[in-house]
């Protein structure tokens, strides 16, 4: 090994020690097979209940070991759930969104149109729900607003006052006001676009061949840094989806016909890839905890590693180690490369 290489090698040591580049692991905590269906959206609360959304009319809430907390039925598919602030909101076909604490148990529904009844994101500024319509509603199931739309069949992303929405019968991902859903900006792709996911001043977007990552410093006019893959195509709802880690290092992909969780670091180098008999649709990542769910209704949830923290973000907003491995990772591989 060359003077140069053992030099380069030991700063990538270096990176890796101070955990700002590393394959990451993938360790197995627990699987369940009790969804009968389809389960197409996963979400994980602060204190680590699993809840999934699933086709066979019925949400689980399963507890940080696997057990099953609890779950509730309605009359037909139980197609999302969001969490925020200790409690869980789940989206139905029968036009009802129904709330949850953190154990499953239930704390209301209200009504809403079968026009945005497949989708579901809850932040601070109220529900956004999705389908042919993005819908905004507040807390007490009142509706603020309404937009015809292609189809929005994944979770929208939201960022301040802005929410990001992928458009799949459109190619498009959609950037909407907030406080009066005016659409202040699109991106057109090439193909399907399916999935966002938001993370300090990033956004991935997934479409049916490509991850994206913007820059939304400025958040009506995503700034794109990159998109790789070759993922196996999507048309369908629920396929394709994307999660940050929670420091921002990473982003997971459900390469729903490629049967692979795909693990790419913040510069779009994989990181891990695992392969399935069938494919893989939810997705959720909540401190050292990322959960997928396979096409037959099991789910899995996986120890990463990574502790829950707080993230320093520097002046242009992207996190601070993100932004050193941004930086030195890209140069330190272009230069290995060549010295080899």
């Not at 101070?18 to 990451?24: E, F, I, K, S």
Request: net charge negative; charged share 15%; with cysteine.
């Amino acid at each position: 090994m060359s003077a140069l290489n053992r030099y380069l090698a030991g700063i990538l040591s270096l990176l890796i020690l101070g955990g700002m580049v590393q394959a990451l692991p993938l360790n197995i905590l627990w699987t369940s097979d009790t969804p009968t269906d389809l389960s197409e959206g996963i979400a994980i609360s602060d204190d680590g209940t699993v809840a999934v959304a699933s086709d066979d009319n019925c949400i689980y809430f399963f507890d940080t070991t696997g057990n099953l907390l609890t779950q509730s039925c309605a009359t037909t598919d139980m197609d999302d759930v969001s969490y925020y602030d200790g409690k869980f909101y789940a989206v139905n076909f029968d036009n009802e969104v129904y709330i949850f604490d953190t154990k499953g148990n239930p704390e209301g529904t209200f009504s809403i149109s079968d026009d945005h009844d497949e989708s579901i994101k809850a932040f601070d500024g109220g529900i956004v729900l999705g389908g042919s319509e993005l819908a905004l509603y507040d807390f007490n199931g009142n509706v603020k607003w309404t937009i015809l739309v292609g189809e929005i069949d994944n979770s929208p992303s939201v960022y301040g006052d802005y929410i990001y929405a992928a458009d799949i019968n459109y190619d498009r991902l959609l950037v909407v006001y907030a406080p009066s859903g005016s659409v202040v900006s699109t991106i057109n792709y090439t193909d399907s676009a399916h999935d966002t996911s938001i993370c300090g001043h990033y956004l991935a977007v997934t479409t049916s061949s490509k991850l994206y990552l913007y820059d939304i410093s400025s958040p009506a006019s995503p700034k794109l840094l990159w998109s790789v893959g070759t993922f196996g195509g999507g048309y369908n709802v629920g396929e394709l989806q994307v999660t940050f880690s929670p420091d921002c290092n990473y982003i997971a992909v459900a390469d729903t016909r490629n049967y692979t969780l795909v693990i790419y670091d913040i510069q779009g180098y994989v990181e891990n890839s695992l392969k399935f008999s069938q494919g893989v649709y939810g997705i959720d990542w909540k401190g050292s905890v990322l959960a997928i769910s396979l096409e037959n209704g099991t789910i899995i949830a996986y120890d990463t590693g990574i502790a829950a923290t707080t993230t320093t973000t520097t002046s242009s907003g992207i996190p601070a180690p993100a932004l050193l491995a941004f930086s030195l990772v890209p140069a330190l591989r272009r230069v290995w490369r060549k010295s080899r």
